[in-house]
């Protein structure tokens, strides 16, 4: 049966502007500071998305829709196999 999980994303913690501005006006070694923590912050964000996709195995997921939820939000929807009756 096919099935759908739903995760909210913070699009906050994707933006990128303030820290490319810092790389390029010549802050780089706090441009890249900061860039490597906003990093971290991304992983933390997907985390549960990958461990979902993980979790339901690859080969199983159909379609993962992308769509915005609201301000400063982004929708994930994966459609999954779950192979278990009805």
Same mark, same amino acid.
């Given at each position: ?16 502007t303030n820290y490319?501005?810092?790389l390029?006006? +010549?802050?780089?070694?706090? /441009?890249?500071e ?6 971290e ?5 997907? %985390? &549960?998305?990958? %461990?979902?996709?993980?979790?339901? +195995? ?6 993962? %829709?992308?769509? &915005? +939820? /609201?301000? /400063?939000?982004? @929708?994930? @929807? ?6 278990? &009756? +009805?």
């Amino acid at each position: 049966m096919v099935r759908m999980q739903l995760f909210l994303l913070n699009l906050k913690v994707f933006d990128l502007t303030n820290y490319d501005e810092l790389l390029k006006s +010549g802050a780089v070694t706090k /441009g890249k500071e900061r860039y490597a923590q906003k990093l971290e912050l991304r992983k933390k964000e997907m %985390a &549960p998305v990958e %461990a979902f996709i993980a979790e339901v +195995g690859f080969q199983n997921i159909r379609k993962i %829709a992308v769509a &915005p +939820g /609201g301000e /400063g939000v982004m @929708t994930y @929807t994966i459609f999954y196999e779950d192979n278990l &009756p +009805g």
